[in-house]
């Protein structure tokens, strides 16, 4: 079938084989807490996808990488949710490298050993906070000789049960008692963190999305970027770039849950033509919307215009996708929805699209502002 074939050819390419197993999987076993698919991602080099080949990974581009996210999505959906962060944690990892320069440590620390470890990057920035901004920390980086002393909660946090590195948001307070955003880098397995369950709906449940506590953690200078004024614009256009390809994997992950579903229908040659191609429109146009954000990636455009863009773009896919998955079951019949669990999981899977940051609430003054000529801000 042509349906999404560019995007399996593509992750074929680059993570070959992988596709193929995991299809082989029932999707009840795929998104059960303890799925195998996690480490089979590990194991078919799925961690180094967006590592720099200079780096030793695979260096895949904007482009490839939302193609292999959409295929995985519709084969795995947890695995997809968890790895979109762990894809967003490495292009922010290397980012932050590039700007604090080779004299930081940080790159015999940790970055060689991402590749050649295929290590799995997990991200605190969330806290489990209504009407908290993304880029706002509670969790504060307490000075003491040598490092920072660590106490907090970071939740949900994908691949928290996987996890080898977890890069962290926290609060540093300058001379003034201001505090900027830091950004961390643990290795998993440091004394003080655990995890905790959090997760409590069946859907999703593989994406291990639970609670990292950190109690009196201890973290070296290396381990910790902070808001050196000297690095302020540096650091605020990481903010942007992070926050952009935050976005594009969310449409790219949940383009590929609902895409599953369209692929049931067209296989299965329900109902109407007319209804069929304009699934196929739908989330094509999604897709292509999520592309168009890749490309403006590669192309650079990733200042505040660019910012603006990944959220129109996300909240457009957003909308495209809750509209395609409503119709796709309907046009599934009810035989299918209670002969299987399958139709109604990918259902309510899809729906958390909604729920990852920004809400669309809380950026609707700044979108509107944007328009009327003021910068983008994103708190």
């Known amino acids: 079938m042509r349906f999404m074939e560019a995007d399996q050819q593509t992750c074929d390419a680059l993570l070959p084989g992988l596709r193929e197993r995991l299809a082989t999987i029932p999707l009840r076993e795929l998104e059960s807490e303890n799925n195998p698919a996690i480490e089979l991602f590990r194991s078919y080099g799925g961690p180094n996808l967006l590592v720099p080949r200079s780096y030793g990974g695979i260096g895949a581009t904007a482009l490839e990488a939302v193609r292999v996210q959409r295929t995985l999505g519709s084969v795995a959906p947890s695995l997809t949710v968890a790895t979109m962060m762990h894809h967003f944690s490495i292009g922010t990892l290397y980012a932050v490298a590039d700007a604090v320069g080779a004299d930081s440590g940080l790159d015999d620390l940790l970055l060689k050993r991402v590749a050649g470890e295929r290590m799995l990057v997990a991200s605190g920035f969330a806290e489990g906070r209504s009407n908290q901004g993304i880029l706002a920390p509670q969790v504060e980086a307490l000075p003491t000789d040598g490092g920072y002393h660590i106490t907090g909660s970071k939740k949900p946090c994908s691949l928290a049960g996987s996890m080898d590195l977890l890069t962290a948001s926290v609060g540093i307070r300058d001379g003034d008692g201001d505090v900027g955003m830091g950004f961390l880098m643990l290795p998993a397995d440091t004394p003080g963190v655990s995890i905790h ?5 069946f859907a999703l449940a593989g994406a291990q999305s639970h609670e990292v506590r ?18 302020a614009d540096e650091l605020d256009q990481l903010q942007t770039v992070g926050l952009i390809w935050f976005e594009m994997t969310v449409c790219a992950a949940y383009t590929g849950i609902a895409s599953a579903l369209v692929a049931q229908v067209l296989d ?9 191609a304009a699934l196929a429109v739908r989330i094509e146009t999604a897709a ?19 910012l603006a863009q990944a959220l129109v773009t996300r909240f457009g896919v957003q909308d495209a996708v809750c509209l395609t ?6 046009l599934l019949g009810g035989m299918a929805y209670v002969s299987s669990p399958d139709v109604a999981y990918l259902a309510a899977a899809s729906h958390a699209i909604a729920f990852h940051p920004p809400s669309r ?19």
């Open 197 to 201: 369950p959090f997760w409590s709906s």
């Open 214 to 231: 950190l109690t009196d953690v201890f973290v070296t200078e290396d381990q910790i970027i902070k808001p050196d004024p000297a690095l």
């Open 268 to 276: 299965r040659g329900r109902g109407a033509v007319a209804d069929r």
């Open 288 to 306: 292509a919307l999520t592309e168009g954000l890749a490309r403006r990636v590669m192309d650079g455009e990733v200042d505040n215009d660019g």
């Open 325 to 330: 998955v409503n119709q796709a079951v309907e």
């Open 361 to 379: 609430g809380s950026v609707a003054d700044a979108l509107v502002d944007y328009y009327g000529g003021a910068p983008m801000v994103v708190r």
